[in-house]
């Protein structure tokens, strides 16, 4: 079974704060993501990669950095935290490219307050 | 424009009650994806449907590439099926897989 673990899985901060949310994938998979869930908005991607040192925009990229130390470690980092980025993030990962299922993880609540 | 349109936005059934689902793509796909999201939770793969007609217990999916739409039916409904169900999609041009906003199911006893 794949595992991708988030953490943490809450996290509160304020305005300007400096954030960064974690995750390790298990399985081998090429490809991370992260996305994000907001309401009326559906899950929508904001960073990927599809290997250690790479890293690939998605629809909603700003105010986001990202970093992909090792094939199972994917990083997201936001160094001027928004209300606006109040989310919930969820990170997933794949054997390849769209075509095969993604795995999730549980997913890391974000308050900026 | 959102590239993925999902129908209803939420569902209300009785137990045993049948439900469908809609997803609707604004451009060509090459693939598609049903998730389950539990109530507070994380998503799970459903199906991972190209074209055609799968199906898996009580769930069945149906794929037409031609017309742009996939759908999702639950029959007997359970309380447990309870939760946000998801369609996810990528173009012919191998993008990422793009999501739905989600149906928001509910059984009730």
């Known amino acids: 079974e794949a595992a991708v673990t988030q953490s943490p899985r809450n996290k509160v901060t304020v305005t300007g704060g400096n954030v960064t949310l974690s995750c390790r994938q298990t399985n081998s998979h090429n490809y991370m993501y992260w996305y994000r869930q907001d309401t009326g908005h559906g899950l929508r991607l904001i960073h990927y990669s599809y290997g250690a040192g790479n890293l690939q925009i998605g629809d909603v990229p700003d105010g986001y950095k990202a970093t992909r130390t090792t094939q199972e470690d994917f990083f997201l980092l936001l160094e001027l935290a928004s209300p606006s980025q109040t989310s919930l993030y969820f990170c997933?990962?794949?054997?390849?490219?769209?075509?095969?299922?993604?795995?999730f993880g549980a997913g890391t609540r974000l308050s900026v307050l | 424009g959102q590239q993925v349109q999902q129908s209803p936005t939420s569902l209300v059934l009785q137990e045993g009650e049948n439900a469908e689902l809609q997803c609707n793509f604004s451009?060509?796909?090459?693939?598609m994806q049903w998730f389950y999201q539990r109530p507070g939770g994380s998503l799970v793969s459903v199906f991972y449907n190209p074209s055609g007609t799968k199906q898996s217990g009580r769930l069945t999916s149906t794929t037409v590439i031609k017309e742009r739409r996939s759908s999702l039916h639950i029959s007997s409904s359970q309380i447990t099926d309870s939760g946000t169900y998801l369609c996810a999609m990528d173009a012919n041009s191998g993008t990422y897989q793009r999501f739905g906003t989600g149906t928001k199911l509910q059984v009730v006893p």
């Open positions: 997933a990962s794949s054997d390849n490219f769209s075509q095969n299922t993604l795995y």
């Open positions: 451009t060509s796909l090459n693939s």
